[in-house]
C-alpha cells in the first residue's frame, strides 16, 4: 500500500484527471467567460455532435472520412435477432476474427476481438446499445497523432505524434498468469480489473516467450504505453493529416488514433487505417510520452485550449452557434450515464 502511494505521488501521470487539471481549470473558464458560453468549444469541429468534446457516435466520424481511410464496419442495433445479424455479418464479406467497439464508447470500454460464435453471441446478448462490427486492422504499428488546422487556413500543425503498445505480459514457461500479472508494475493499479477480465485463465502456465494481451484496448487509460515519435514529425506527415482534414472541411482539432504498416508508409499516405478521431475533448496524449515534468504538461495543455478557443470563435462568428446551457448539460448527463453503463459492461466482460 505504502508502495503504491509513493508511486502515485512521484508519477503525476497516474493522479486522477481532476487532481492533475484543477490548478489550470480557471484559466478554462475564463475561455467560457470571453464567449459567454459554458460550452464554448462546440463549434469546433462542426459535423461532429458536442465538438467532439464526449458523447458523440463514430458514425458521424466515418462519414466524414475518406472512403478507404478507416475500417470496413457495420452498424448494429442490439434489437437485431443474433441468427439474422450473423447472416448478414458473413454477408458483407466479414470473418472471425473481427473488432467490435460500441457505437458511442470512451476510453476502449467494450473494445473486444471477436474470435468465434460464442464470443459474438455473448456480446451481442449483453450489449444494450448500438456498436460497429469491424474488420480486424492487422498493422503492427499503432499511433497516435494530435493535428489542429485553423479554419482560414489550408495547412494545421501536429503538436503530438506517439506509438502506442500494449498492455501485455510474456510467460516464462513456469508462472501462472497471475503471478505474471502480480510482478508485473503496469497493472499494479488495476489488480482487480485484470483478475476478472481474465479470471478463466489465471492458474494458466504461459509458456515461454508466448505474449498475453491482458487490454486490446491501447488507450492510455486502459493500461496502453505511449512511446514518443517527435523526431519523426516532419512536413510530409503534416500534409497527409492536412488532407484527411480538408475533405469533410469540419475537422479542426482533435486526436487521431491509426494503425499502419509503418511510419514511412503513413507519411506516404498509404497502407493506414484510422480507428478513431477524438474530436475537441481528446487529451493531448504527448504530455505523458515524451517524457515532461508536470509544468511542462500544463504548458501543453494551455496551449491547445488556447487553439480550441481561437478554432471556436472563429467558427462561432462564422455562424456556427454554441450551444445552450440546457442543451449541453441534458447532453452530457446522458453521456456520462452511457459510460458509467459501459464501465461496469467492461469490468465483467471477459478479454480474449
Known amino acids: 500500500m505504502v508502495k503504491n502511494i509513493f508511486f502515485r505521488l512521484m508519477h503525476w501521470e497516474t493522479w486522477h484527471y481532476l487532481v492533475k487539471y484543477v490548478p489550470i481549470m480557471?484559466?478554462?473558464?475564463?475561455?467560457?467567460?470571453q464567449a459567454r458560453s459554458l460550452w464554448f468549444f462546440t463549434p469546433s469541429n462542426p459535423g461532429i455532435t458536442f465538438g467532439g468534446f464526449e458523447g458523440e457516435g463514430k458514425s458521424e466520424m466515418y462519414n466524414q472520412l475518406p472512403p478507404g481511410s478507416y475500417p470496413r464496419?457495420?452498424?448494429i442495433e442490439p434489437a437485431t435477432p443474433f441468427d439474422l445479424l450473423e447472416i448478414q455479418v458473413f454477408a458483407q464479406g466479414f470473418s472471425y476474427p473481427f473488432a467490435v467497439k460500441p457505437d458511442v464508447g470512451m476510453m476502449g470500454f467494450m473494445f473486444r476481438r471477436i474470435n468465434n460464435r460464442d464470443e459474438f453471441q455473448h456480446y451481442h446478448a449483453i450489449m444494450p446499445v448500438a456498436y460497429y462490427l469491424q474488420e480486424l486492422i492487422t498493422y503492427p504499428l499503432e499511433v497516435s497523432v494530435f493535428y489542429y488546422r485553423f479554419p482560414n487556413s489550408d495547412n494545421g500543425t501536429i503538436t503530438g505524434f506517439l506509438k502506442k503498445e500494449f498492455l501485455e505480459v510474456v510467460g516464462d514457461g513456469r508462472s501462472t498468469l497471475l503471478q505474471l500479472i502480480l510482478h508485473y508494475p503496469r497493472v499494479q493499479f488495476r489488480l482487480e480489473e485484470m483478475k476478472s477480465k481474465h479470471a478463466d485463465k489465471l492458474n494458466d502456465i504461459l509458456p515461454e516467450g508466448e505474449i498475453h494481451v491482458l487490454s486490446h484496448a491501447l488507450n492510455l487509460s486502459r493500461?496502453?504505453?505511449?512511446?514518443?515519435?517527435?523526431s519523426q514529425k516532419d512536413a510530409e506527415l503534416t500534409a497527409v493529416f492536412d488532407q484527411l482534414s480538408r475533405y469533410s472541411k469540419t475537422f479542426f482539432y482533435g486526436r487521431y488514433d491509426i494503425k499502419c504498416r509503418s511510419i514511412?508508409?503513413?507519411?506516404?499516405?498509404?497502407?493506414f487505417s484510422i480507428l478513431e478521431y477524438n474530436g475537441?475533448?481528446?487529451?493531448?496524449?504527448?504530455?505523458y510520452g515524451n517524457g515532461n515534468n508536470l509544468l511542462q504538461a500544463y504548458a501543453i495543455?494551455?496551449?491547445h485550449w488556447?487553439?480550441?478557443y481561437q478554432i471556436s470563435r472563429h467558427n462561432h462568428r462564422q455562424g456556427i452557434r454554441y450551444w445552450g446551457f440546457k442543451r449541453g448539460w441534458q447532453f452530457l448527463k446522458a453521456a456520462r450515464a452511457h459510460f458509467k453503463m459501459l464501465k461496469k459492461l467492461d469490468h465483467e466482460f471477459p478479454v480474449t
Open 301 to 303: 495543455v494551455l496551449h
Open 73 to 75: 464496419s457495420l452498424f
Open 306 to 308: 488556447e487553439v480550441l
Open 264 to 271: 514511412a508508409c503513413l507519411k506516404r499516405g498509404e497502407h
Open 26 to 33: 480557471p484559466v478554462w473558464g475564463w475561455y467560457c467567460l
Open 280 to 287: 475537441c475533448g481528446a487529451e493531448p496524449h504527448h504530455i
Open 223 to 230: 493500461g496502453g504505453r505511449l512511446v514518443s515519435l517527435e
